[in-house]
């Protein structure tokens, strides 16, 4: 089966895991769909149905390969492993600079006039890492849990 966006087709994979959860992720040009061995029928198909939209619209907004250099710039796009965020940056009257995250994918960076790129860059990691850290830890306890198999707090 494949995913066809912007003329380009991906692959997909299934995979059946032994979780109560499921999940999708866009990884090396595939679409893997990992799907709990509890789903069945129709709760099973409207879960995949609702996957593959995911990765539809994800995929519709990146272009090229892969890879997309993270553009720090006002209209510019950086690329995460599960989100693309779209970078707005505006001038301010105020003397500190400042980030924010709207509608879950848009970073909006306020800065002084003296501000320069490289705020901008530090500002935009600062939303995304704080935006990524319940994804990190869901992937972190994925790992532990298929291959390590240890207790950790933080």
């Known amino acids: 089966m494949k995913l066809e966006t912007n003329g380009k087709n991906y692959p997909i994979v299934?995979?059946?895991?032994?979780?109560?959860?499921?999940?999708?992720?866009?990884?090396n040009g595939k679409v893997v769909v990992k799907l709990s061995r509890f789903l069945i029928g129709r709760q099973r198909d409207e879960t995949v149905e609702k996957f593959l939209k995911w990765a539809g619209k994800r995929l519709a907004k990146v272009r090229g390969d892969a890879f997309v250099e993270p553009n720090y710039e006002n209209s510019g796009r950086v690329v995460t492993h599960n989100k693309i965020y779209e970078v707005h940056v505006m001038k301010s009257l105020k003397?500190?600079?400042?980030?924010d995250l709207k509608n879950e994918c848009e970073i909006v960076v306020r800065l002084p006039e003296t501000g320069g790129r490289?705020?901008?860059?530090?500002?935009c990691?600062?939303?995304?890492?704080?935006?990524?850290?319940?994804y990190l830890g869901e992937i972190l306890r994925e790992l532990n849990e298929n291959y390590f198999r240890v207790s950790f707090n933080n």
């Open 95 to 99: 003397k500190s600079a400042r980030s």
């Open 125 to 134: 990691e600062k939303v995304i890492m704080e935006d990524q850290e319940k």
């Open 118 to 123: 490289s705020v901008v860059k530090k500002l």
């Open 14 to 27: 299934f995979e059946e895991v032994m979780k109560r959860s499921s999940s999708v992720r866009i990884k």
